[in-house]
């Protein structure tokens, strides 16, 4: 084909969008609402993902050391723990700062330090968070294996719990978002069903003045490329304004939040682009292979 | 050329709709087929735009064997046929212009002569005025017409015109079947199926009547019409026609407009002939 026929043929595909723009509204719309029920809910469970991992880096592991280790000794401890894999950071506490740690832990009776007056007893140590919590048992005998470790101390259950959560949530969100995917699809493929039917006729007349299957489905991919990339833009509009309007009620919260892990929802700016590129991406593909695919039917003539 | 041989069809209800059916129309011929509804008719439509296949039998059209063509060159097959249709198919968001002009598009025909032969085209059923207008802004008569300029905008070897005129005022009719018989002259082979036997009587010339899914008569009938003009009158017209249609095959060289004759022109020159010679009304 020439490149004046390719040139008709994307042509027509946007005229067909203003000929026929109530039907070209609806499938917008539609592409439109399914882009965003599945798009947020997938953003929502990124989230909870985020804030679920943001809880368990909270899950610190407490090492100690033994009393008499030279801090030379100490030293290379705290390279050796930062080169274990798993490890996200690693934190020195010194003698001096676990006793003043201790002092504002037992507030209550503060007369005991009346009688201490040296922290040299207090062991060195390290406060550990994984990035990893699934494997934070792994991490913790690597820890405890290295020569002149008192104890490793983390609380499993808290682990164990937070990866159990992760997997309820993966699972009622994966489902949810299967769910709204195929509703979404039911909705697109009827929409656009609806508008390849209106205009049967019109591609019956193509097929017996001679149109190829081609010639006739290429207007109908332009258009529902053209329909679904302006739906993925206006989907992506959209989730941007909820989003950073949602994003800035919670920092707001600030402290209060951040216990239930809040402080790890993931900023828009980390995800705009992925974010932009996936609406477009498939709301492009999804309006053109809907369009092409639903005129198969009315081919066969 | 059109040629079915001992062509029966029956549909899967069990119906038997054409029944050992032998026909041949040679090319340049102008035939009309009859029949009341139900005889057949429609079914040999389908059957020679290959929407159907025979049960068994040949069917071959434009020397394309329709029972062996593979579905990938149907659309080859179908641009060597022109169709006109009882409810005209036009495509009603495309004006008058891009509905002739569609079809040169799915042959990839160049713009610079899709620009010169859909205008002469136009002006060869009369409907210049009317070349930006869209289907729903015409009258019966005038969509059928542009029906017709699509049918012979790629110069096809066979038009096949199912009930054309069934859907427009019976003087219209008449015009119609003038302008098929103008396009007939310059070579191109008509089949018009109609059930409107005052048309045929009217203008003769080879009657196919299908019956019961048979062919219960073929023969070529002179027409009343030729009592509308005496014979020499009649000659000169219908050489006027050919001269006029002369030209449409396949312009070389630029187009002038006015270098375009009517039709219509043609037409009204025979009639206002007639009605001096004081012949019949048709």
Known sequence: MKISGIKYLANQGIENIWKNKMMAFATFCVLLISLLLVGISILFYFNMNSMILGLGNQNEIAVYVETDTPQERVDEIHEQIKNIENI???????????????????????????????????????????????????????????????????????????????????????????????????????????????????????????????????????????????????????TWAVYRSVYNVVVAQGMLINAFGAGSIIPFAEIRIPCGLAYLLIGSLVGAFGSVISTRKHLDV | MVELQNVSVTYSGGVDALNNVSLKINDGDFAFVVGSSGAGKSTMIKLLLKEIDATSGNVIVNGYNLGKLKKRKIPEFRRTLGFVFQDFRLIPSMTVYENIAFVLRVLDAPLKYIRKRVPYVIGLVGLHAKTNSYPDELSGGEKQRVAIARALVNDPQLIIADEPTGNIDPELSYEIVELLKGINDQGTTILMVTHEHDLVRHFGGRIINITNGEIVYDEVVTGTNCDLLPEVELAQAMENAANLHHEYSMPDGDIEENDIPYVDDVIAAITSTAKENGGAEK
Not at chain 1, 209 to 235: C, H, K, N, Q, Y
């Open chain 1, 88 to 238: 996200d950071t690693v934190t020195y506490i010194s003698k001096k700062e676990a006793y003043e740690r201790m002092q504002k832990q037992i507030s209550q009776g503060k007369e005991i330090f009346e009688y201490i007056d040296d922290y040299q007893f207090m062991p060195d140590g390290f406060s550990v968070t994984v990035v990893n919590n699934d494997q934070l048992r792994a991490t913790v005998d690597a820890i405890t294996r290295i020569e002149n470790i008192q104890s490793a101390d983390s609380s499993p259950q808290v682990a164990e719990f937070l990866r159990e959560l992760r997997r309820v949530v993966t699972l009622v969100a994966g489902a949810a978002i299967i769910a709204l995917a195929v509703v979404s699809m039911i909705m697109i493929s009827n929409t656009t069903k609806a508008s390849v039917y209106s205009r049967r006729e019109e591609i019956q007349i193509m097929k017996y003045v001679g149109a190829t299957d081609s010639f006739i489905r290429t207007p109908f991919f332009v258009e529902g490329l053209v329909t679904g990339f302006f739906s993925g833009a206006g989907a992506f509009f959209i």
